[in-house]
């Protein structure tokens, strides 16, 4: 009997410490979700977009090279499909507010409280799985195919 991936594409963790990503990590499979792709270097955060579908992004605004604030509107503009769920240490209204402006699906606070990250990943997993059945059944009724 094999595993099975849930959900179906893969949630990016994109964060420069590694004990963060292990934490985020173990929250999500606590929860059964287990299909991860690790980022810890913001760099390569625009390669591993271009290169396949992300479900759900998990994004950190401190972080060398690029911060989570540049990435975030280039993402959103780019992949505005993707649900943003920018998680920082960062307790400020106003970046909260920039970040909501870039359109970022939800903004957390580190240290994560375990129940508000499963619920805010759970619910963009939902809205990424609503959105392609309700293209499935657009095709289907404009196309009269059904798969």
Request: aromatic share 4%; charged share 25%.
């Amino acid at each position: 009997m094999t595993a099975t991936s849930y959900p179906q594409l893969p949630i990016l963790i994109v964060d420069d410490e590694e004990q963060a990503l292990d934490s985020f990590e173990m929250t999500l499979r606590s929860a059964n979700l287990n299909h991860f792709i690790r980022c810890n270097d913001s760099r390569d955060v625009m390669q591993l977009l271009n290169n396949g579908e992300i479900e759900v992004m998990l994004l950190d605004l401190r972080m060398p090279h690029i911060t989570g604030e540049e990435l975030l509107p280039q993402i959103t503009i780019a992949y505005p499909e993707i649900p943003v769920i920018v998680i920082t240490g960062i307790n400020d209204v106003e970046t909260a507010v920039q970040c909501m402006q870039h359109d970022a699906f939800d903004y957390i606070l580190k240290p994560v409280e375990k129940s508000r990250l499963i619920g805010s990943v759970r619910r963009a997993v939902q809205i990424r799985e609503l959105q392609r059945e309700n293209m499935l059944l657009k095709e289907h009724v404009l196309t009269d195919k059904i798969e």
